[in-house]
């Protein structure tokens, strides 16, 4: 049974004190097993404690040290994030009380046993979520309690409750478009050619986008070899209000910091449902002041959606879910059997997107055509541009150079990029192993790959891509290059490839042999 | 989608080191920021790794530091339960690789997708957890994804897993019984009169019980105030053997190991449901080697179920499954409307269980009534025993003394007390408010109440009740008063119990007024 009354009278004091640890999203502190003002032993029944200042409270999970270097007997240590988060300086005074889980997990016990959520009650799980209430186990609980079900009514509150969280954007356009890839095809860069075309256009869309979290880069990682990405709100409308457009990391401008919470746990337990998902993504948008949003679902064996029958159910939801909010969504599948592109990893990827937007003759026809579909479907939002000339439009704007003249109007806007950008020196080319054609390419395993070379954390590792699906191909020739800055990374995922290169080659049949009968 | 793929070729090594942080379940493991041989920042992605030393391998949650005096960049520090389960000295070399979730976690993904467990999936699912290889994130997910909807034959074999998976205990004599209670009733120390009786009469009654989690007193707990309670498998058999009967802490004993871990999960979240509870107790049973198991369930308002359709509910649930492993189990139901006996913690209930054993004329006959009746059912079990006797029998036990005889055998085999058995110096009457008659008692927050006195750690701590549902009270006369050891745990339980004594007084009611029309 919950029990919220363990806040019981004055607690004796303790003071801060930074220990040197980086708990990742959860807040922790650290008290000595002999603490003068507390009983760990009992403490440790509850696991959670309320730390105290003023009219200021944090809830973190304790943890217990006996030595006194670390934390002495009238410290209370405070980890990285919890320090920072409850912002006081080494030496403050705080009381420290045992503390029951936040009183909205009663609704995820009762959603556990059958019952639905009230929209008040997701309310007050996102706004208990976004103030770091709740462990890591809580938002287990609360993930998977809506794992299994999910009623409509339970995803919009989820939704408004997430969208409203954090920052809302607001924009003097009365067009706002955005586009969105759920992921999981290595390359697929288009929202840096989509974004220059549209925005050349001069429709607005301010495009924020994720860094990778388990993939070798995300469009912020890879927009950063060109600019800075890193921006605040502020620099951000400048940066729309000059270029109409702009491409930055969204972790600064703080757009539904709940999805952030949520993905942080999804990802270690490999939770990926539709309600979630279309959470995530449509809370984040609605955040970001979006009127129209293009949605791409890559289908193919290796990716996110396995067949069309699978699309078209996310497909409805998210249409279902956009009307309810008033964003025009619009929902195209894409081919998602391989990657797109010939890059994958941040610098690698880059190339790849100056190269289309130069027109460079070597410029992979697959990115210029996918990106330029998402641009006409985008176009074709504004009410002046007569109907069905979208992809005409995209590409005239694409073929005279305008949308690059926006692309480096955009890089000059955010400034210039602070990190390395060179391409890993370091390489090994994996080659076919017999004569065939490519029937298969598998998006995860060259995911891992390349994430094993050191990408996205090292900009230029990664693998670039010399053939794709269909392709002839003879025993002994490239098939694609790893590169790396270093050995060590270099001689794992070579190790790994040698394993499993991710390519299935089908051998030329030989002739049947003649009946014997 | 899972990934069990990233444990790629060789990995440098680095050197062990203790880092003293009590993590509790978990594995947990520091590296450095600037590690020299790893990528934190890569490995942050994965936030779990696995640590080898020749065949052995262990699963960790990863945190990072940047402080060198912590641990430095050729080192990989272990919390203490890490370090301890690992048992390699400090300085031992070990590689370190990116561990994804272990494989038995796709199971869950699918269950909580709608689709049930598979026997071998929970028996894999109950080897993982009990290598400590599931975090606590991961445990959750298994517990709530069974929480809505669990199938009899899931239930089975996680019984039976469950039962395999630590030490299993055999007996010479065929009729072997145990008692059990599922707790929540303050006081209620019935097995500690139980046990020297059924011993006294013949029958092996080899009781394991728990120390107190989230209760002010436990079994192990309140022995311990009489005897040594933490003994070996061996030590156990010794005692039985010499007594028929013991009364130690299971916790030695490793029976259902993964029933402490479950457990461990469970109570911060207060997941509660039956098919756990059911899971927990006869597993627990079936390692134990019962074969006859009675089982008490007190129903009231504040117990832990609330109406005789719940424990019916329950108790079918118990007999479906101790038929299945061939457990003759018995479920009776039994007042949980208020405390039983008169002391609350250790120190306090071993000196009730002390007085019924004794025959004192003040001993709290509620105790006793209830401890001859289970005593009595478990002693029907005997074949030799003429059916319906089997109260008559316990009660000449019992006032013979030939259970008390029994018990200072016991206490003798396993050995004396080494914890503080003084009852808490410090004190406080908490006083009836009103003249009236006792309608309720909240076992609840009896418990709340006592823990906050200090018990369990202080055996001494706790609260001794004057007056049960039904006295009649004048107001200022004492209800109940609290001992502590300690001045600043006296001030924090009187301030709560002003707050709410837990005593609901119903006053005299006024004659009603003369009808006025």
Known sequence: ??????????????????????????????????????????????????????????????????????????????????????????????TVSPAASPQSLDAVRRKIQGATFEPDEIEAIIRDLTHYRY?????????????????????????????????????????????????????????????????????????????AITSPAGTADTMEVLARVDVSVEEMKEVVAACRGCLVWGGHVNLSPADDILISVERPLCLDTREQMVASIISKKIAAGSSHLLIDLPVGPTAKLANANEAMRLRKLFEFVGDQFGIAVEVITTDGRQPIGNGIGPVLEAADVMSVLSNEPGAPADLREKSLRLAAHLLEYDPQLRGGTGYARARELLDSGAALQKMQGIIDAQGPSTCRSDVGKLTYDVRAARDGTISEIDCLQLNRLARTAGAPIDKGAGIKLFCKIGDRVESGQPLYRIHAYDQSELDLVVSAATRDSGYVINARQPLPAEPTS
Not at 33 to 62: N, W, Y
Request: hydrophobic residues 40%; glycine residues 8%.
């Open 135 to 211: 462990s890591d186990m809580e938002i287990a609980a609360f993930l998977i309690s809506s794992a299994s079900f999910m009623t409509s009514r339970e995803l919009l509150a989820l939704v408004h409750a997430m969208a409203v969280a954090g920052t809302q954007l607001k924009w003097p356009s009365e067009i706002v478009v955005d586009k969105h890839c759920i992921g999981g095809i290595p390359g697929n860069r288009t929202s840096m050619i989509v974004v220059p075309i549209v925005a050349a256009h001069g429709l607005t869309i301010p495009k924020t986008s994720s860094r």
């Open 1 to 94: 049974m919950p029990d919220h009354s363990n806040r019981d009278g004055p607690r004796p004091s303790l003071r801060v004190r930074r220990v040197n640890l980086d708990t990742g999203r959860e807040n922790v502190v650290v008290l000595s097993r002999r603490s003068s003002a507390l009983r760990p032993d009992i403490f440790r029944g509850f696991s959670r404690v309320e730390l105290q200042h003023g009219s200021k409270a944090q809830l973190a999970t304790l943890l217990i040290t006996d030595d006194d270097a670390l934390v002495g007997p009238d410290e209370i240590g405070l980890s990285d994030p919890a320090f920072r988060r409850f912002a006081e300086p080494a030496g403050s005074l705080v």
